[in-house]
Each structure stands twice: as C-alpha cells, then as structure tokens.
Nanobody, 112 residues
C-alpha cells in the first residue's frame, strides 16, 4: 500500500523560501512519476509541478522560474524547492503519485 508523507510547510514572508519533502513507501519509487499539487481556500486543486521516473519536469506557468521539483530515488523522496514566494502561493500542498495516491497535505502560508 502506497504511503506518502509530506513535510516542510510553514509560515514564510513574501520573497522567502521553503522546501517541501514527500517520503514515499510501499512502492518501487524510482519507477513512478510524482507530482505536487496545491489547493487554496475556495479554489480547485491544481498541479504545481511533476517529475517523471526519468527526471523530466513540468511546471505550472505561475511557478516557473521560482519552484524546482526534484527526486532522490535512494531516499524514496520527492522535493519541491520554492523560492521567491508570493502571498498567492498560500495553499495546502499535496504530494501525488498518479493517478490517485495522495499525501495528507502540508500548509504553506506566505504572509508578512
């Protein structure tokens, strides 16, 4: 059974940085694509970034140039490095293994 556990969220000022981590278990991690989604209050969950098993990445236009997704197959972990954070990045961030395995979410709040 797949388990995804996120960590690294918190409160940060505009312009600051955070790094989210998602530790996976119950799968042969290196074989699977992974993704990060977010959901702000009153909005639909949206894809932020994804990474294939081969390391190819994809980003939402709103985070290109600011966020970086990466993976460490030796640690069964996917990361989301978030720089130059904006108040509109405030959301609960979820780790996803397609199609339907989700972590519990971690809150990111960008506020002064």
């Amino acid at each position: 059974q797949v388990q995804l556990v996120e960590s690294g969220g918190g409160l940060v000022q505009p312009g600051g940085s955070l790094r989210l981590s998602c530790a996976a278990s119950g799968i042969i991690f290196r074989l699977f694509a992974m993704g990060w989604y977010r959901q702000a209050p009153g909005k639909q969950r949206e894809l932020v970034a994804s990474i294939t098993s081969g390391g190819r990445t994809n980003y939402a236009d709103s985070v290109k140039g600011r966020f970086t997704i990466s993976r460490d197959n030796a640690k069964n972990t996917v990361y989301l490095q978030m720089n130059s954070l904006k108040p509109e990045d405030t959301a609960v961030y979820y780790c996803n293994m397609p199609p339907s395995s989700w972590g519990q979410g971690t809150q990111v709040t960008v506020s002064s």
